[in-house]
Nanobody, 116 residues
C-alpha cells in the first residue's frame, strides 16, 4: 500500500522557517521523482520544488528559489522541504508527490500558515 505522509506544517511568523517532511512507503522510493506542491486558499495547486531520483538535480518555482531547499534520503525513504524567510503568500496546504512515468502518488497535505 502506497503511503506519503507529510508533517512539519504549522503557524509561523513572517521571516520564520519551517521544515516539512514526507515519509514514503509501499513503493521503490529511489526510482521516483519527488516534488512538493502547494495550494493557497482559493487558488490552484502549484509546483513548488522537485528533486531527481538520486537527488543530484533540483528545481524550484521562481517565487521560492533561494528561500526553499528540497532534499531527499533514499535510505530513509524521506523527502524534505526546508522553508526559510517565509512570507504570508507562502500560506497554503503543502503536498508531497511521487512521480514516475504514468504513476503519480500524493500525500494528504500539511497546512502552512505564515502570519503575524
Amino acid at each position: 500500500q502506497v503511503q506519503l505522509v507529510e508533517s512539519g506544517g504549522g503557524l509561523v511568523q513572517p521571516g520564520g522557517s519551517l521544515r516539512l517532511s514526507c515519509a514514503a512507503s509501499g513503493f521503490t522510493f529511489g526510482t521516483y521523482i519527488m516534488s512538493w506542491h502547494r495550494q493557497p486558499p482559493g487558488k490552484e495547486r502549484e509546483l513548488v520544488a522537485a528533486i531527481s531520483q538520486t537527488g543530484t538535480s533540483t528545481s524550484y518555482r521562481d517565487s521560492v528559489r533561494g528561500r526553499f531547499t528540497v532534499s531527499r534520503d533514499n535510505a530513509k525513504n524521506t523527502v524534505w522541504l526546508q522553508m526559510n524567510s517565509l512570507k504570508p503568500e507562502d500560506t497554503a496546504v503543502y503536498y508531497c508527490n511521487a512521480g514516475r512515468f504514468s504513476q503519480n502518488y500524493w500525500g494528504q497535505g500539511t497546512q502552512v500558515t505564515v502570519s503575524s
